[in-house]
């Protein structure tokens, strides 16, 4: 029997960070055995900032940096995928297909590209290729036709369009009842699952600073809005990330009451999240509510717990940044095996749309 398809991945835009380990890469690592895993590293996408344009050797640089980091995090290239999104031809060509079926309106409506207009500060300088890329993740993913999908909460109207161009596509193309269930469109005959996302233990990690001066809320923690813990930083960088967090501002003295709801103190988002001594935690959220603890102690505490999480997926980075070579082989065998699905998707749509005149193979890949 084979193994029922994931996939997932990442956007070269920088390493990885805590809010990726517990928003996607923790289950992906546990998955692996139980699952036929892809996991692409999103490259094309990575040119939406304007700034990458001027420094095309950046995302170069993460691409192998995301490679080191999956590794490092215990993805193992034997049992899964990992492929580069730009050597992939099928999921360029499914991002023309699929734009014809999604209406423009419609796409600029994605809350999501709203929030990364606003927290990136984009403005109205945006190119074409930034709303487009919401349309290519329709095709990156569909182009596996996966059961499920892992990512944070953030991804979640991303997710919701690809459901719609999945169902348009099985109903327009190939005749699905518009009233069958979600889950049966394949075995109605569609050849796009409806697909599923799976959100990690942590929907929506929050970043290290301050909130946005827009919504008042924290932001996310991302690559592009330098508020993030990465899973390949030493002891030290970790310890001076978390000293210099932002915490609760109205508190001066280890006396005063302190804020400890997570959506408004980081520190506490963090405690929650990655202490495993809850004990510890609901004691010194209750101390530090009452005015009776410091926030240095409770940072201090934070320090160990993540470096304890973090330092043995560096090391395992370091041994195998040691072989540059052999990484950068990891994602060619895995782009020649993602290929042969991909292809394999792009055929099956075009002959649903009659369009199959007759398959073609790649060579040299
Ligand atoms: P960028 O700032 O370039 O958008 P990012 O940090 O948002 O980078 P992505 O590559 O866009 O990272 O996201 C990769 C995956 O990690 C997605 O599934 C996303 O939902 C998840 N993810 C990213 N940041 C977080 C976070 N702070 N909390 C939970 N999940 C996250
Ligand atoms: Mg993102």
């Not at 001027?54 to 999956?70: A, F, H, K």
């Not at 008042?216 to 993030?228: A, D, H, P, T, Y």
């Not at 290929?339 to 075009?350: I, P, R």
């Amino acid at each position: 029997m084979s193994k029922p398809r994931i996939l997932t991945g990442d956007t070269p835009t920088g390493r990885l960070h805590l809010g990726h380990w517990v928003g996607s890469l923790e289950n992906r690592v546990a998955m692996q055995a139980a699952y036929d895993c892809y996991f692409i590293i999103a490259n094309v996408h990575a040119f939406t900032a304007p700034s990458r344009l001027e420094n095309p050797g950046e995302v170069r640089q993460s691409v192998m940096d995301i490679t080191l980091d999956y590794l490092a995090a215990g993805i193992d290239p034997t049992v899964s995928t990992i492929f580069v999104q730009s050597e992939i031809p099928a999921i360029a060509e499914l991002t023309f297909l699929f734009a014809m079926l999604i209406p423009f309106n419609r796409l600029m409506r994605n809350p999501t590209l709203k929030d990364e207009i606003r927290d990136k500060g984009l403005g109205e300088n945006y190119s074409f290729g930034f709303p487009m890329y919401a349309v290519g993740q329709c095709a990156d993913i569909l182009a596996f036709r996966p059961a499920l999908v892992p990512v944070g909460e953030d991804q979640l109207p991303h997710l919701e369009l690809c459901r719609e161009v999945g169902r348009r596509f099985d109903q327009l193309f190939c005749k699905v009842d518009p009233h069958t269930q979600d889950k049966d469109y394949v075995k109605a005959g569609g050849v796009f699952p409806v697909i599923e996302a799976k959100l990690g233990r942590v929907r929506r990690l929050v970043g290290t600073g301050a909130p946005s001066a827009e919504t008042g809320q924290l932001l996310k923690m991302s690559k592009s809005l330098n508020n993030s813990i990465f899973l390949s930083d030493d002891p030290d960088a970790v310890k001076k990330k978390v000293m210099g967090m932002y915490t609760d501002p109205n508190r001066k003295r280890a006396t005063d009451p302190g804020e400890t709801d997570a959506e408004k103190n980081p520190l506490w988002a963090y405690h929650e999240t990655f202490n495993p001594d809850t004990a510890w935690v609901s004691e010194y959220q209750a101390k530090y509510k009452a005015g009776g603890v410091g926030d240095v102690e409770v940072k201090r505490k934070l320090v160990e717990v993540l470096v304890a999480l973090i330092e043995p997926m560096r090391q395992r980075r370091l041994e195998f940044e040691k072989d540059m070579g052999a990484v950068l082989n990891v994602l060619k065998q895995g782009t020649a095996k993602a290929n042969v699905v991909a292809e394999e998707t792009l055929y099956m749509a075009k002959e649903a749309m009659g369009q199959g005149y007759w398959r073609r193979e790649l060579r040299g890949l």
